[in-house]
């Protein structure tokens, strides 16, 4: 395969030059060059000047960023995969380290001594087309990013619900005590007022009967305890066959 082919069929592949058409992607391609990492080596540093686009072409890059604590790994960049655009097009600093993970080939667009506002002012078809497919893809990465905080907040509340249930009756665990109970007093109306509750001999039946029997006893006290209880009040099985209400 010639080289510009190569570049063209690499190029078509990625989502910013996707709706590129043929003749376009060879216009890209001519002010593209390959760029090859030993690795480990430093692709581009944090806070240096964005001048191109990069394609994976072989290999792997890493993406980290500098840290009180240490370095942070942000990605890891495979064959077919770009990065470095929302910098160029933004025309901000690069924003974080990135570094060969593996002996590596790129492409590089636009390739070194060409300037990018040069190209797109020769050719602006091409860069309207570009920049409308940038703009398209940082559009659907926020709604991504934030389908995924909406999707963790819930994962988040359903687990912290589970931390604070007592598996065996369905009430409150003593955790809602330890970790609820201070910050959420505030809200409450009126006085407030917390009832320790502990059946006389129940120890006898776990004895006498067995512990799944005693484990019957004390889901039907808290079915009876959750019963007389207001909607705004709180039931607890603190620990054992100990019992709280708020």
Request: aromatic share 8%; charged share 30%.
């Amino acid at each position: 395969m010639h080289v510009q082919d190569g570049i063209v069929e690499l190029l078509r592949n990625v989502e910013i030059f996707s709706k590129l058409k043929e003749y376009e992607l060879d216009v890209i391609a001519r002010y593209s060059e390959y760029v090859g990492f030993e690795e480990g080596r430093l692709i581009y540093e944090e806070g240096s000047v964005a001048d191109c686009i990069y394609i994976v072409d072989s290999g792997e890059v890493k993406v980290i960023r500098d840290n009180q604590d240490g370095d942070i790994e942000l990605a890891r960049i495979i064959i077919g995969e770009s990065f470095g655009e929302l910098e160029l097009l933004e025309e901000t600093s690069r924003n974080a380290s990135a570094f060969a993970n593996t002996k590596t080939v790129l492409l590089a667009f636009p390739r070194k001594g060409m300037d990018l506002k040069e190209i797109f002012k020769k050719h602006p078809d091409i860069s309207a087309r570009i920049i409308f497919k940038f703009i398209a893809i940082v559009a659907s990465r926020i709604r991504e990013v934030n389908q995924l905080a909406n999707e963790k907040a819930q994962w988040i509340r359903e687990l912290k619900k589970q931390l604070l249930t007592d598996k065996l009756t369905g009430l409150f665990s003593n955790s809602y005590i330890d970790e609820e109970l201070a910050k959420n007093l505030p809200s409450f109306p009126g006085n407030t007022a917390i009832i320790m509750i502990k059946p006389d001999n129940f120890k006898t039946i776990n004895d006498n009967y067995g512990h799944e029997i005693g484990d019957q006893v004390l889901q039907l006290m808290a079915i009876f305890l959750h019963s007389v209880m207001r909607e705004e009040d709180i039931a607890i099985r603190y620990r054992g066959d100990e019992f709280s209400a708020i």
